[in-house]
């Protein structure tokens, strides 16, 4: 278990709306991210952070921004939720320098 | 291209039987492989990391070809409880200098079910 917990883990949301997802960690990991699972594409990786106030851009970020103001809290604003922003979202943690990386419970989004 | 390319299957096997997966990536300085399995509606988890040597873990054995840049996993005496989808990944560097903030890039993962 990595200590890692996703909030809310259900959410129906309308278009239009702002939604902000959050992840938790409790074992002080310096590498957070986000993702976004659907059926066809896999896992895709929308933002990550190597730090306090450090994140960067993945290969699916449009429509998404992040913040992550303390070690433990990594968050994914949805500033204007869309139907193409139904997924699942996962958060992940990673340990180390060999980049294995632990996943969250996931929340499942659904745009109306 | 894609990134990192497995087939999707299914593969549906008896119980006990040995079953292999293949992943191909296209990125030569990929620098760590990983094999994680999906059960259906649960997130991702690390089965075992790949060794240049190639490691076992009970049932399971991972090979690393980096001259073909190809992945595999086989599974021996297959249980029930393997039934899930198998995702390959691999760490891919973020830059064109190779430095790498531990990104991971996924296979879309080959499903296996394994019946009585």
């Known amino acids: 278990d990595a200590g890692i917990t996703q909030s809310p883990r259900h959410k129906v949301t309308e278009t239009g709306t702002p939604v902000t997802l959050r992840c938790h960690q409790t074992?002080?990991?310096?590498?957070m991210y986000w993702y976004r699972q659907d059926p066809g594409h896999g896992l895709r990786l929308i933002h990550y952070?190597?730090?306090?106030?450090?994140?960067d851009k993945g290969e699916v970020s449009d429509g998404y921004s992040v913040s992550r103001s303390k070690t433990e809290d990594f968050l994914l604003t949805l500033e204007s939720a869309t139907s193409s922003q139904t997924s699942v979202y996962f958060c992940?943690?990673?340990?180390?320098?060999?980049?294995?990386?632990?996943f969250g419970p996931g929340t499942r989004l659904t745009v109306t | 291209r894609k990134e990192v390319e497995q087939d999707p299957g299914p593969f549906n096997v008896p119980e006990g039987a040995t079953v292999a997966f293949n992943c191909t990536y296209s990125?030569?300085?990929?620098?760590?492989f990983f094999w994680y399995r999906q059960d259906c509606r649960k997130e991702p988890k690390l089965l075992m990391s790949?060794?240049?040597s190639g490691n076992e873990d009970g049932r399971f054995t991972a090979q690393l070809n980096r001259a073909s840049q190809y992945i595999s996993l086989l599974i021996r005496d297959s249980k029930l409880s393997d039934s899930a989808t198998y995702l390959c990944?691999?760490?891919?560097?973020?830059?064109?200098?190779?430095?790498?903030?531990?990104?991971?890039?996924f296979g879309q993962g080959t499903i296996l079910t394994v019946h009585p």
């Open positions: 992940a943690i990673s340990r180390g320098v060999s980049y294995e990386q632990y």
């Open positions: 074992e002080n990991h310096r590498y």
């Open positions: 952070s190597y730090g306090v106030k450090d994140t």
């Open positions: 990125n030569s300085a990929s620098q760590s």
């Open positions: 790949v060794y240049s």
């Open positions: 990944v691999v760490n891919l560097p973020a830059n064109a200098g190779g430095t790498s903030y531990g990104k991971l890039t």
